[in-house]
């Protein structure tokens, strides 16, 4: 498609886009008494409009019914997060038995290196990027110190060649092929939270298993997002918050998957609950544990509620629109900005780049060569909501269900308003 960047031309695309009745399904703030364009989907989604009475039901049932809302309510708490597997397994590429919801996202992945970080003296090592998300860099090395490991032998990262913004694939498989039987784990964020590009989870997962190593991924930023396949990839397990494209609210409950052919095993390494323990026995109170034999096993307590409860209500969103729509609109409405980026960079006499590569998800990452933070807080005032990353990046990330093709063009004009007055 030949774009152009006019007003017109944005509000054509706005009418042609079968998603285009969403963007009223969600609140948005205001800034100038006008709503804003919304670029940070990728840190916090906004607010479903339908999520208010999901939460509302809990709490009337609460009142209601106390303890017994538990068992009696219409959406008995007892197996609340039963109801998110099968529509969350459409978006990870799983099977429902290979998903579960519970505690947050750097919590289930410390729980699940007990499961898939199993170091010995030869096979030790974790493969994982560069400047990795600083939370999983804390995990990782807690977790290797916690077997005895000193981080700085154990934990090996794929960097980014010299004077490039983004990972390669062969870099990655080369690494893994180097490591060979000293590699115990791969886990890397599967979308990049500076960057935003989207490894080859295929590949790497393919060469991790083919050296005899687990392969994890981190989906915070690609859950909701991207097109995933976990079980067909025939990863070993991943873990991913629910805040961001899956807007459920501000530090909710996490997802984790765990392949099928570790499931309803008893001897496998665990932490374990009574959430994760069978059903049909788990109120007999019995001394030994039975597990579930789905990722329901993983679960160490009952769940949030109040907190999984607009989780379902997001769901219910992603069941009636199918993420194939999604990522359409998605590939569509990232190019279009991507376009309007380079001609304003034309008019403004190169003061950016993007840094973004074309394996990319819902988000553009833009170096500023001039302006920095001033340019950041110049949008910020005028009703752009993004996000600033040091040294000099702000990130763009136009999520499909609730961002016009109009945002895009009405950012541009703000965009080189700010650049030409500072």
């Known amino acids: 498609m030949q774009f152009e960047n006019t007003l017109a031309f944005a509000q054509k695309l706005d009418t042609e886009d079968p998603l285009r009745t969403y963007r009223e399904e969600f609140h948005f703030p205001k800034v100038n008494g006008k709503s804003v364009i919304y670029f940070t989907g ?18 009337t049932d609460w009142a209601e019914m106390a303890v017994e809302g538990h068992f009696h309510s219409d959406k008995p708490w007892w197996d609340y997060h039963e109801r998110l597997a099968a529509p969350l397994a459409k978006v990870m590429g799983a099977k429902t038995e290979e998903v579960s919801v519970m505690n947050t996202l750097t919590v289930n992945l410390h729980l699940l290196m007990v499961s898939f970080y199993r170091p010995t003296k030869k096979r030790f090592k974790i493969l994982c990027e560069e400047k990795a998300f600083p939370s999983d860099q804390y995990m990782l090395q807690s977790q290797v110190r916690f077997h005895g490991f000193d981080p700085k032998s154990a934990i090996v990262e794929v960097t980014k060649r010299e004077g490039e913004h983004f990972w ?23 979308v990049n939270y500076y960057n935003g590009q989207v490894f080859d ?9 083919s050296v005899g190593a687990f392969v994890g991924w981190d989906l915070a930023h690609g859950a909701g997002n991207v097109a995933l396949k976990l079980h067909d990839w025939n990863v070993d397990f991943a873990a991913w918050c629910s805040y961001k494209y899956m807007n459920s609210g501000p530090g909710n409950a996490s997802g984790i998957y765990i392949n099928e052919k570790y499931l309803d095993k008893k001897d496998i390494p665990r932490f374990e609950g009574w959430w994760g323990t069978k059903k049909e026995s788990r109120f007999l109170m019995k001394p030994q544990f039975e597990p579930m034999p789905n990722a329901d096993a993983w679960q160490v307590s009952n769940a949030p509620i109040l907190s999984v409860a607009p989780y379902l209500a997001s769901l219910e969103m992603f069941e ?17 900005l991507e376009f309007i980026l380079h001609e304003i960079d034309k008019q403004t006499d190169g003061s950016f780049e993007i840094i973004t590569p074309k394996d ?47 945002d895009m063009y009405r950012f541009g004009q703000i965009l080189k308003n700010g650049i030409s007055s500072l």
């Open 320 to 336: 009636e629109v199918g993420m194939k729509s999604l990522i359409e609109k998605r590939k569509k409405i990232v190019a279009y």
């Open 42 to 59: 990728n840190s916090l989604g906004l607010q479903p409009k339908r999520t208010q009475k999901y939460v509302d039901e809990v709490m």
């Open 360 to 406: 990319r998800g819902c988000q553009l990452s833009v170096f500023l060569h001039g302006q920095g933070k001033s340019l950041f807080d110049y949008l910020m005032k005028n009703g752009v909501i993004t996000d600033w990353r040091e040294p000099n990046v702000i990130r763009l990330a136009p999520a499909p269900f609730y961002c016009s093709f109009e």
């Open 201 to 209: 989870m295929e590949k790497i997962t393919s060469a991790g298993k």
């Open 168 to 190: 390669r694939t062969e870099d990655v498989l080369a690494k893994i092929d180097a490591l060979g039987d000293e590699l115990a784990l791969v886990l890397i964020g599967g």
